[in-house]
Each structure stands twice: as structure tokens, then as C-alpha cells.
């Protein structure tokens, strides 16, 4: 099992390589710890600085612009490896055995799509994020959406998990997280709740067939059905619980259509204060 660990130079680096880490722990796998230069983000001020340059300007300026994005760019790769050397040693003082680091250039969902991983861990803020409001990272939604792989966002700081909340509603894309829970029994040590909010049809049936699925594989599983708004009552449930996990499919529909309704997704990853594994 190969791990992609995303790091940058925010506050959620730390939880990143602890969370990954975990998993590590319980899974063996080894990590290919992995850091994005974003040429686009290092070069804009330099752009602008050139862009308000008029007619007549000495050649002199546009060559000093030209050296400042040299050495900004210089700068980054410094300040990239230097992420990647305290991420590598995080990781190897926890007790991972194999660890490789990636100093890549250009777009994090190009990364994300050219590495092979079963499994991405990912902060939910970045560096440049305000942690003074609930905004996600930019990069979030775009890495989750790009993934053929799931994703797991880690919380603002890591804490054992002991036990996890499946938000079940009967789609594809949490099928698939059931599916990865029986191919990776190495998480049944977790004890798992099977959440159903307002279930329709035979999704109730479906809930106990599940649980049935992942006893067989030594989950010590719990069944349970709600009403209500379907974020409130799986916030409420993860608090009341103690929970330390969230396991639930990630946007279902397309962008155009989450402007328009709103993202289940988005705000039950603002909202929740433990870790979201996600799969689409």
C-alpha cells in the first residue's frame, strides 16, 4: 500500500505526517511524502510589479523584475525542501519505516493524477488559508474531485483514532468506502457506527446487510437511523459519540450544481473538527 502524504507550510503540515503516520501503523504502508511549487503563486507579484511598468521604462527594471522571480523562485525550492526534511523526520521519529519525499512543480491536482497512491492525505487549510474563519483550502475540493483514490482530511490536530462514523446513505461513493473497509481490515481495531439520516427506499435494509459485511471481517459494528438536516444530526452524532473519525462519499454532483444547492460535502467537512475520509 502506497500512501501520498501533501504537505506545505501551514499550520495542518504537522497533522498531515501524524495522521499518515496512523495509518502507516495500522496498515504498513510506506509514504511518498509530497510538496507542490506552484510557479503561477511565485511569480504573481513579480506580474503585477511588471504590469504597472508604462512606455519608456528603463530596461533595467523589467531585468531587475526578471532576477526577483529568479530568486523568488530560488527561494521556494529552499523553503520546499525544508518542509519536506521536517515532514521526512516527523514521519521516521513515529516509527515509519519508508519514507521518499517529491519536490514537485506546477499544478497539486497534476500531482495528485501523475503519482500512484491507494490512499492521500491532505490538511483541511492550507498555508495561504485565513484560520480565522471556516473557509477550506483552495486545493481541497480540486485534489478530492481529481482523486481516483480516497482522500483523507486531516483535522487541525491528530488525536488516536478509536472510533469512526460511516455516513451511509446508499450511493455509490460510500459503497466504495465499504469496499476499502473490507479490503483493509488493518482498521477493524477502530469500533465503527453505520449512520443513516432520513433513508429512503431500502437503504435501511441496506444499513444492516453492511454492518453484516464488516462484522465479517471483525468490525465491531453499531447500526443507526436519524431525521433531520443530514449535516446537523452527523455533526451532533460525532460530538455525542466522541467519535474521532468521519468515513462518507464526497461530491456526488457536479460543481455547477453545488453553487446552486450547496455541497453536503463542503460543509460537513467545515463543520466537523475530526478527520474526513473521503471517497468518490
Not at 21 to 34: K, M, Y
Not at 165 to 175: E, M, P, R
Not at 193 to 198: D, P, Q
Amino acid at each position: 500500500m502506497k500512501l501520498m502524504t501533501l504537505i506545505d507550510g501551514s499550520n495542518y503540515a504537522a497533522s498531515v505526517c501524524d495522521h499518515s503516520a496512523w495509518i502507516v501503523d495500522n496498515t504498513g504502508a510506506e509514504v511518498v511524502l509530497v510538496h507542490v511549487l506552484d510557479h503561477k503563486a511565485a511569480s504573481k507579484s513579480a506580474d503585477n510589479l511588471s504590469g504597472s511598468i508604462g512606455l519608456g521604462a528603463r530596461s533595467e527594471l523589467l531585468e531587475e523584475l526578471a532576477e526577483l522571480d529568479t530568486q523568488n523562485a530560488r527561494l521556494a525550492q529552499k523553503v520546499g525542501r525544508a518542509i519536506l526534511e521536517d515532514g521526512k523526520s516527523r514521519l521516521t521519529n513515529a516509527g515509519v519505516k519508508v519514507v521518499s519525499s517529491q519536490l514537485r512543480h506546477g499544478e497539486i491536482v497534476e500531482t495528485v493524477e501523475d503519482l500512484e497512491a491507494d490512499l492521500i492525505v491532505i490538511g483541511k487549510r492550507g498555508e495561504s488559508a485565513d484560520l480565522n474563519n471556516l473557509h477550506l483550502g483552495t486545493n481541497l475540493e480540486r485534489v478530492v474531485r481529481s482523486a481516483h483514490k480516497p482522500v483523507l482530511v486531516a483535522s487541525r490536530s491528530f488525536k488516536p483514532i478509536k472510533s469512526a462514523l460511516v455516513a451511509f446513505d446508499g450511493g455509490n461513493s460510500v459503497k466504495l468506502a465499504i469496499d476499502y473497509m473490507v479490503e483493509y481490515p488493518a482498521f477493524n481495531n477502530i469500533e465503527c457506527t453505520l449512520l443513516a439520516v432520513n433513508p429512503q427506499g431500502d437503504t435501511a435494509n441496506q444499513l444492516e446487510q453492511v454492518a453484516n459485511r464488516l462484522r465479517s471481517v471483525g468490525y465491531a459494528m453499531t447500526t443507526q437511523i436519524e431525521s433531520g438536516q443530514v449535516e446537523n444530526v452527523i455533526v451532533k452524532a460525532i460530538e455525542n459519540n466522541s467519535h474521532d473519525l468521519l468515513i462518507m462519499g464526497a461530491y456526488g454532483h457536479s460543481r455547477i450544481r453545488n453553487l446552486i444547492i450547496g455541497s453536503t460535502t463542503t460543509e460537513m467537512v467545515r463543520a466537523c473538527q475530526v478527520p474526513v475520509l473521503m471517497f468518490r
